[in-house]
């Protein structure tokens, strides 16, 4: 019979403390991280306009090099080849040595020489002579659909390699020179 009684009486205290809790701001009761610090990281700034840079020379051998190499690989530390001049294998970040990313875009698109090049983004090959030669686009185009690929598709799936910061001017030239050049 006590029993019954202690049992009862450890319910309803039980029940009125659930129930404070339950009335009161339960953020109160567990450790609650700002994330929107967290998120602002993750965020991308809005899209961006760009001019092809004066300084862009198309017809460079050295430029069509270095964009052909960031094209086709990942970073340094998985890249293949000896990088042409004017690449770097590896940066330094907060201290700290990493390899340096490149743009593997044939993650997502096939082109001339592609190993396993990916569908997701339209296929590259033949690009002078279909889409240049043609005048179906141009050196801004290309330079602006590369560096943020949002002005032209705003549900684009496509990585946004200037606005980023993730490739800078020159890296995004080089890109654009091996995209339209002969292969
Ligand atoms: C995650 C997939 C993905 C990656 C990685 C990617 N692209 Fe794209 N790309 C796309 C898609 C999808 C399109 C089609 C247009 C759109 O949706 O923006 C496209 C379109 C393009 C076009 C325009 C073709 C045209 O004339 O219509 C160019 C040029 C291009 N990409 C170059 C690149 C370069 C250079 C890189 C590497 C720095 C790259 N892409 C990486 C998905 C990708």
Redesign the pocket.
Known sequence: MQKKVKFIACTALLITALTAVNASDLTQTYEMPDATKILEKDLLKPPATYTLPKSCNLNDTASIAR?KY??HNLNGDQAKETPPEGIVKSIEKDGKKEPKQ????V???NIEGAVGG?N???D?SN?KTY?IDTK??DAQ??YQ??AD??I??P?????V?LTTG??NEQEICD??A??MSKK
Do not use: Q
């Not at 490149?102 to 875009?105: E, K, L, Q």
């Open positions: 964009g960031i094209f490149y743009g593997n875009c993650a997502c698109h990916g997701i983004g339209p590259l690009y889409f179906i686009r185009f290309v659909k590369i690929p949002r032209d598709n549900a684009t799936h496509m990585t390699n993730l490739f890109l654009t091996y995209v």
